[in-house]
């Protein structure tokens, strides 16, 4: 392959030639151009960022590993070949760390990784000054000092103790505490904070419950810890359902976190598919009255309230609306009636979810001068609006996403059945440059695992975003198998 390879490193010459004068020159000339020359032109051609040099091998084969390596050091740029990195000051003044040894220290605390038999690292990467074992730190994020007990230098797995770290090193540092992802570590009278790496938002999510009360501390202490670590997972409460969901960038990385919950925690944890918030409103008018009298001896208690329900605006929420005349209920006693309708309203009589979407107007009542108290108001407010609801068609809503697909036109029919078996509507459809673009609206309880089962359906060439659009009916056919499984479970508040 003599003539091949000849014609080739012909060809790689005249592209190179392009970014280094020497080379052209000799090119242009005949003349025979020496490796160390040649080297140098792809090292300025690399650098210009018009030149990507492409490299076969096989790290499964052990092949070409330690070319890419010499070229790594050979052609990509030091840290004087590329512009100084930009910060930010307290009065968001843009502040540059120039590489320089013997400048003032700043350097960006890139990852962290909790090792078992030194504890936590932070990998860093000093950007200007000079960094020495035995430092005390400053975080601008929170405006506290760290002191580094040791300096390693990372080979893999190997770890080599050092003292000092220069502008452009990479080494792990041990002993700072209250440090995250994306955190610069400087000298406290360097007023900087350098640009974090910016991260994808997550993708999929799943509910996680420790199984024992011993589980429920460590869970809390081990989740905080690998969000800490692993800045692309996400934990939050979910308001309405109250479990702890996990977001991340796909299924696989969340059963990685739960096995390493599993493995280096202890923590013994089922997850699953979140629950779905669903929600209930009214499809007519109707009219409810609440009663709360005891009688026991002493002091009794009543409350009487009529009311009126009505659908509202979609997306207007729930509200309460006073229009009883001549007194019936007493001024001081309209306050906590409007807590119990509003209290009412978090529990629907469908299958126990949140009320939206209703106007309830207090046309009527009466009280007693001795009896009556707020106490007694406020749950003649909550029977009040349970009559009225079971009188006004009550229906049960789902949260409907939308879903914009982006696919290569050779998967698009895949893809399309496949929104229809979710339920999903489409929406619309649009190409551009060989690729499918369609939006659909699909409920929410049937998107679980959606990203990773497209990416199979289009050999993993199709992606997907999805955004919360709006609530929805629930289709009578899905209704009683919602209806049996949370219907069961505890109040919700």
């Avoid at 000051?89 to 003032?104: L, S, Y």
């Avoid at 009219?287 to 009688?295: H, L, S, T």
């Avoid at 079971?390 to 929104?419: N, S």
């Avoid at 609530?471 to 009683?480: E, G, M, T, Y």
């Amino acid at each position: 392959m003599k003539a091949q390879t000849k014609e080739y490193r012909d060809k790689l010459i005249e592209a190179v030639s392009d970014f280094d004068d020497v080379i052209a020159e000799k090119y242009l000339n005949g003349e025979e151009i020496s490796v160390n020359e040649l080297l140098l032109g792809v090292r300025k051609a690399t650098i210009s960022l018009q030149f990507t040099g492409v490299f076969p091998g096989s790290a499964f084969k052990k092949k070409g590993v330690q070319r890419l390596l010499d070229c790594v050091v050979n052609y990509l740029p030091s840290p004087i070949d590329v512009p100084p990195m930009q910060g930010q000051d307290t009065d968001g003044q843009m502040v540059e760390a120039v590489v320089n040894d013997g400048a003032k220290l700043a350097g960006l605390a890139f990852k962290l990784w909790n090792d078992p038999f030194v504890g936590r690292l932070v990998f860093f990467r000093v950007y200007t000054g000079t960094l020495k074992r035995g430092m005390s730190l400053y975080n601008p994020r929170t405006r506290r000092t760290e002191r580094v007990s040791r300096l390693v230098l990372m080979r893999a797995i190997e770890r080599e103790e050092i003292d000092v770290a220069y502008a452009g090193d990479i080494c792990a540092v041990v002993g700072v505490k209250d440090v995250i992802t994306g955190d610069t570590l400087c000298d406290e009278d360097f007023d900087i904070r350098l640009e974090p790496p910016s991260f994808p938002e997550p993708v999929i999510s799943m509910s996680i419950e420790p199984n024992s009360k011993a589980d429920q501390e460590k869970l809390g202490i081990a989740l905080q810890r690998l969000v800490a670590e692993d800045p692309t997972l996400r934990v939050k409460t979910d308001q309405d359902t109250g479990q702890t969901i996990l977001a991340g960038m796909g299924e696989l990385h969340l059963e990685i976190i739960v096995d390493r919950m599993k493995r280096e925690f202890k923590v013994e944890a089922t997850s699953g598919k979140p629950q779905i918030a669903y929600r209930e409103t009214i499809s007519k008018a109707s009219e409810g009255e609440g009663k709360f009298i005891r009688q026991s001896g002493g002091k009794g208690q009543y409350g009487h309230v009529v009311i009126t329900l009505e659908p509202n605006v979609k997306g207007k929420g729930v509200e309460v609306i006073n229009e009883t005349v001549g007194g019936s209920i007493p001024k001081e006693f309209i306050k906590p009636t409007t807590d119990g309708l509003l209290e009412g309203a978090n529990n629907g009589v469908v299958a126990g979810f949140p009320v939206v979407d209703v106007i309830m107007r207090i046309t009527d009542g009466s009280f007693h001068e001795v009896d009556s108290s707020e106490l007694a108001f406020k749950m003649a407010g909550i029977f009040a609006f349970k009559d009225a609801m079971k009188k006004a068609g009550p229906i049960l809503l789902e949260p409907i996403m939308g879903v914009e697909v982006t696919t290569p036109e050779e998967y698009q029919g895949d893809l399309l059945g496949d929104i229809n078996r979710r339920r999903g509507q489409i929406q619309g459809m649009e190409n551009k440059s060989g690729a499918c673009i369609i939006a659909a609206h699909v409920p929410l309880e049937l998107l679980f695992g959606y990203v990773t089962d497209i990416r199979s359906l289009s050999k993993g060439r199709a992606s997907a975003s999805v955004t919360p659009s709006h609530f929805a009916q629930v289709p009578n056919s899905q209704l009683a198998k919602i209806v049996e499984t949370n219907a069961k479970g505890p109040a919700r508040t």
